[in-house]
């Protein structure tokens, strides 16, 4: 490891503290270094909110070497005026006379802008370095302004037969059943707490009336969305609480929306993932977990429209039931969450 990808690892790990909280921002982290010695660290926190490179340069005590240093940061530095100004003038006003970038902002607003204004400024700019790892902290950021969507990651539970849920047969029945230990329910809310946004289909709201939110790990709520084609959910669901920003996708917006639930009708006679991913383009959606039910799930997986798969195989036996999607796990990742065992599938399609 040559001593800018030192650095650059340290903005990596900087910037993961954000993850979770920066949307419909990136991640990003920045470090200055002096004399092979950091002087100064920082890392964006909130959309907002003063940017890394800000963060770094305040906690340099002694501002005079900055004129002498050198700012490495996991993306390239931004050249508009957002909600915070453009980090490139910082930079320039403190006279640091040494760029390191990990990646380039596929965010058309910047896309290359930043690192020209720099060397246009005679700044010495360095571009590239653990690009690869850059690009994978801010996986979701990149496929939001490069696919125009959001970053999906499908999420179900399956009983060590390959069921979702037994049998039903009686109203009684009609209630979740868990396949999972507490230990998996605990980081399936860690996780909601990443992402940006959650979508269940319509017989999981009505079968289960989940809140949908992330009650087991302290963190941002996600934003919830339900698909509801012919207003089958009961309105007293806690998806309709209000609680938490909602979208509820329906053949016709025949309900009317309120502070934080949205109605947003489309066309169910069409594929609605289209649609649905657009809508959650336009509103700044950078991530979701889709968390079911089959049919949801499926239809992501049939249009090939996903990134990642995370698979909860219980040790339960069901026999017969909702059958678990299909999907051919090669080259999938296998971990133990105690009992419980976690696939995890990456799609680079």
């Not at 640091?96 to 970038?101: A, D, H, L, S």
């Not at 649905?276 to 089959?294: A, F, H």
């Not at 249009?303 to 080259?331: C, H, M, Q, S, Y």
Request: glycine letters at 6%; a neutral charge.
């Amino acid at each position: 490891m040559n001593i800018h990808e030192k650095y650059i690892k340290r903005c990596i790990q900087l910037a993961q503290n954000g993850l979770g909280t920066t949307y419909p921002n990136p991640m990003v982290g920045s470090v200055i270094v002096h004399e092979n010695k950091i002087i100064g660290e920082g890392w964006h926190k909130k959309a907002g909110e003063p940017h890394a490179e800000v963060n770094a340069v305040h906690s340099v005590k002694d501002k005079s070497l900055l004129a002498k240093s050198t700012i490495y940061v996991s993306l390239e530095p931004c050249s508009h005026f957002g909600k915070t100004p453009p980090c490139c003038d910082l930079i320039i006003a403190n006279k640091i006379p040494n760029v390191v970038v990990g990646t380039v902002d596929p965010n058309e607003k910047v896309a290359g802008r930043g690192i020209k204004k720099l060397l246009e400024a005679g700044v010495n700019v360095t571009v590239g370095i653990l690009e690869d790892e850059c690009n994978e902290l801010n996986k979701r950021f990149f496929t939001f302004h490069q696919k125009k969507r959001p970053y999906i990651i499908l999420k179900w539970a399956e009983s060590q037969d390959g069921f979702l849920a037994p049998e039903k047969t009686t109203d009684q029945e009609r209630r979740p059943i868990w396949i999972t230990n507490v230990y998996s329910r605990q980081l399936v809310h860690k996780w909601r707490t990443e992402e940006q946004s959650i979508l269940a289909g319509t017989n999981t709201v009505i079968d289960d009336n989940p809140k949908l939110n992330a009650r087991d790990w302290s963190g941002n709520n996600p934003v919830r969305i339900a698909l509801d084609r012919n207003n089958r959910i009961n309105k007293d669901s806690f998806i309709f609480d209000d609680s938490l920003k909602t979208f509820i996708f329906s053949d016709k917006k025949t309900n009317s929306s309120t502070e934080n639930t949205q109605f947003e009708a489309i066309d169910f006679s069409q594929n609605i993932i289209p649609q649905i991913l657009e809508t959650l383009y336009q509103n700044q959606i950078q991530s979701i977990i889709v968390e079911g039910g089959r049919q949801t799930l499926q239809s992501f997986l049939d249009e090939n429209i996903w990134d990642e798969a995370r698979i909860f195989v219980g040790k339960t036996i069901f026999r017969n039931g909702t059958k678990a999607p299909i999907l051919a796990r090669t080259n999938s990742i296998k971990s133990n969450i105690l009992t419980d065992e976690l696939i995890q599938i990456r799609n680079y399609d």
